[in-house]
């Protein structure tokens, strides 16, 4: 689990995220003009290559003929240019379905649950900051009977409690809002741990609002040690190394860095796995290629299917799926061929980083 950890990273950016240094052959904002004239770095093509992972390979063999292809033209070529190379990747392209108008409706629904559990979670963080207030006040918890004073929140059918249940956690939303309001005293926060927060430590999910990661890492151990001790131990290891991984790509992001590899992350709350940074050229070639890619801001991601003779249409993040609720899932672009989607996803977070 360290190494898997150390190597890939969890991202959870769609609710909670506190809001980039262009790559080698990208324009200075990160655009990309993609006609047969702009030039792409050897760099460019050899990191689309090696970011192919084995169960990529796997999925679809064709492209290790690709790959072959790729590396004869690069092999005694300097200078190259971005449709002779995307011209390769594009024999290789994997179309989905057809984009029909139900589709397009489904999106429309897809936001409603977006803005559902936008308002779940900020009720959560409510009452969490009520307990929180009388925890710093009085030192102590609320009882039955203080609680009573609260104000009312409209919570008993809340989402995150359903997702805590998928992660084995089972907890009322007083519980949850009590249990909120200790962490962020551990954390030295002006309030309660979000619980979006509290989700992605549970899940193994990055947190890149910066302000926040910084107070987690100066009480990681204690915040680790406390999970531990009232969630289970087996979580001890997963918030000390999503804590140190939110560090390392926070701080990525803060130097610029405007787009990543990504994959889907199929299990737990959802979410995608991103890796190494890449070039705009390069996170292209993904595109064409029908993998997933990550960028930090929405024009960003929209950049990377901005590409010549292909169309492209965003898509609000899936949330209530048949595999159940998944907030960590984002908004992303898809790129069209001829009105078929290819595989991929290109995610953004609602907020520029």
Not at 26 to 45: L, P, Q, W, Y
Not at 90 to 107: F, G
Not at 187 to 204: E, M, T, Y
Request: net charge negative; hydrophobic share 40%.
């Amino acid at each position: 689990m360290k190494s898997k950890l150390l190597t890939i990273l969890f991202v959870f950016l769609l609710l909670f995220s506190s809001a980039g240094s262009a790559f080698a052959s990208s324009n200075g904002d990160g655009s990309s003009k993609n006609d047969s004239s702009t030039a792409i770095s050897r760099e460019d093509v050899e990191a689309f290559i090696n970011n192919i992972t084995p169960e990529e390979f796997e999925k679809r063999p064709e492209q290790y003929d690709m790959v072959n292809e790729l590396k004869e033209l690069i092999e005694n070529r300097e200078q190259l240019t971005f449709d002779e190379v995307a011209s390769i990747v594009d024999k290789y392209n994997l179309l989905r379905d057809q984009v029909t108008e139900e589709s397009r409706e489904d999106s429309s629904l897809q936001e409603q649950q977006v803005i559902a559990l936008q308002e779940q979670f900020s009720e959560i963080d409510a009452l969490a900051q009520e307990y929180y207030d009388f925890y710093k006040l009085h030192g102590k918890l609320p009882s039955e009977k203080d609680v009573e004073k609260f104000a009312t929140f409209d919570v008993s059918v809340s989402d995150a409690l359903k997702v805590l249940r998928d992660l084995g956690i089972s907890y009322t939303e007083r519980q949850l809002a009590a249990r909120l309001a200790i962490l962020g005293t551990i954390a030295a926060l002006d309030g309660p741990l979000p619980v979006g927060d509290f989700i992605a430590l549970l899940s193994g999910c990055v947190i890149l609002g910066y302000d926040l990661v910084s107070s987690y890492n100066r009480s990681a151990t204690a915040l680790a040690n406390d999970i531990g001790k009232n969630e289970g131990r087996s979580y001890i290891k997963i918030v000390s190394e999503t804590i140190a991984i939110s560090v390392t790509t926070a701080a990525e992001i803060k130097k610029g860095t405007k787009h990543f590899v990504a994959n889907l992350n199929y299990g737990g709350a959802g979410g995608i796995i991103v890796g190494s940074p890449i070039s705009l050229n390069a996170a292209q070639l993904r595109a064409k290629n029908g993998q997933d890619t990550f960028s930090t801001a929405n024009k960003y991601a929209e950049q990377v299917v901005t590409i010549k003779d292909y169309d492209k249409e965003w898509e609000p993040p899936h949330i209530l799926t048949r595999y159940g609720i998944k907030p960590n899932n984002l908004p992303h672009w898809h790129l069209l061929k001829n009105g078929s989607r290819l595989e991929g996803h290109h995610f953004h977070p609602w907020y520029p980083l």
